[in-house]
């Protein structure tokens, strides 16, 4: 896809032989790499295939949400460095990566698991309001809604099946006020390096896309470690080792940075190839 073309372009510019794969065969990135091939990525036994007979040396998930996973499942057939498959279920499960930092005793809002229109709806009966709907697998904010009021219910939960969760688990959070905090870095080793924070301008609620960024955030040196601590002990629990890291975090009124979704994986809407470079130098 367009977001993934500065990655093939750079790859080749250092002299490799990149191989693309997109279910859709009008991806401008196929055209552009050594060899495209028309593979959807969700499919795992295939990609593997493709890169043992291409003898591939890297796999760049650059960027990719849901199917991280076989990206993963590359790195562990072939054997080489990079996110593992479980890391990447860790990452892109938000039930388990919920539950991984919930145990390590991570602050969390409580959250609660439902799969069609009468489960959820069952669920909220529950709940107090405002709380947010969103899938339990995807990227981008697609069917995420903040539902402030018992009037919103029914609507928000139509919306949210129709724009990706009716398949799946829909996952029912508490609301977590505070700043809106991006984050690029990478985990070396078993160390994680900070590449840059970022502010978000989100939408107003009832939805929270990103609309625009605030690179370097302005934040106190004393945030900064804290939120620097808290994503290395996060990335250390998901098992990330050799790759990029994505995160995003709400920093409440007291201070505390709560990790509201972490990935192996660079940023995407072109900020791991054009704002985090503009902004830090380090491409």
């Not at 900070?194 to 625009?212: A, D, F, H, Q, S």
């Not at 620097?228 to 975090?249: I, P």
């Amino acid at each position: 896809g367009r977001e993934q073309v500065p990655s093939i372009v750079a790859a080749q510019r250092l002299g490799l032989r990149v191989i693309a794969i997109d279910a859709n065969p009008a991806a401008p990135g196929l055209s552009l790499a050594d060899q495209g091939l028309v593979i959807d990525i969700a499919h795992e036994e295939t990609v593997i295939k493709v890169a043992e007979r291409g003898n591939v040396s890297l796999v760049i998930p650059a960027p990719i949400g849901r199917y991280l996973t076989t990206v993963g499942a590359v790195n562990d057939a072939l054997g080489l460095r990079g996110i593992t498959r479980q890391a990447a279920v860790n990452c892109v499960d938000k039930a388990a990566f919920h539950n991984l930092l919930l145990k390590a005793h991570l602050e969390r809002p409580r959250q609660v698991i439902a799969r069609g229109r009468d489960s959820l709806l069952c669920a909220i009966d529950r709940l107090d309001v405002p709380f947010v709907l969103k899938p339990r697998f995807g990227s981008g904010g697609r069917g995420v809604i903040v539902v402030q009021s018992k009037e919103e219910i029914e609507k928000a939960v139509d919306e949210h099946l129709h724009e990706g969760a009716g398949e799946f688990d829909s996952l029912i959070e508490e609301v977590v006020n505070g700043h809106v905090i991006g984050l690029d870095g990478a985990v070396i080793d078993s160390c994680f390096v900070l590449t840059l924070m970022r502010e978000k301008i989100l939408t107003p609620t009832p939805y929270r896309v990103e609309i625009g960024y605030l690179a370097p955030a302005r934040l106190g040196k004393s945030l900064c470690e804290a939120i620097d601590r808290t994503v290395g002990k996060c990335a250390k629990l998901l098992g990330l080792s050799n790759c990029l890291v994505h995160a995003d975090l709400i920093v409440r009124s007291d201070g505390l940075p709560v990790v509201v979704e972490m990935a192996g994986r660079p940023s995407g809407l072109f900020i791991s190839s054009k704002m985090v470079p503009f902004a830090t130098g380090i491409d």
